[in-house]
């Protein structure tokens, strides 16, 4: 059975710091694009950051960019989303997606495996 777990979420002051981390098991995710995605009550998910298979090429999207940091391990089977200098606005249920096959993507549809979320709330 495939299993996408995050863990790392929690509640932190604004500007504070919290390192996300997405463990895999069931199979190796060593040659797949991996994500992260939010989501708040009543909005669509949104994409977050994407990495290659061999943390080559790396997209954030525009509002996490010099703040949030996407890596992985692949030894470990997991991938990390390092966020930074957080906002109230990053308040979300963060998700760890995987594709099962081509580079990264920025659209939840790609994406085929996914965890259970976590939640991170930024206070003001």
């Known amino acids: 059975q495939v299993q996408l777990v995050e863990s790392g979420g929690g509640l932190v002051q604004a500007g504070g710091s919290l390192t996300l981390s997405c463990a895999a098991s069931?199979?190796?995710?060593?040659?797949?694009?991996m994500g992260w995605f939010r989501q708040t009550p009543g909005k669509e998910r949104e994409f977050v950051a994407t990495?290659?298979?061999?943390?080559?090429?790396?997209f954030n999207v525009g509002s996490v960019k010099g703040r949030f940091t996407i890596s992985r391990d692949n030894a470990k089977n997991t991938v990390y989303l390092q966020m930074n200098s957080l906002k109230p606005e990053d308040t979300a249920v963060y998700y760890c997606?995987?594709?099962?096959?081509?580079?990264?993507?920025?659209?939840?549809?790609?994406?085929?495996?996914w965890g259970q979320g976590t939640q991170v709330t930024v206070s003001s």
């Open positions: 069931g199979r190796t995710f060593s040659t797949n694009a």
């Open positions: 990495i290659s298979w061999d943390g080559g090429t790396i």
């Open positions: 997606a995987a594709r099962r096959a081509g580079g990264p993507a920025t659209t939840a549809p790609a994406y085929y495996y």
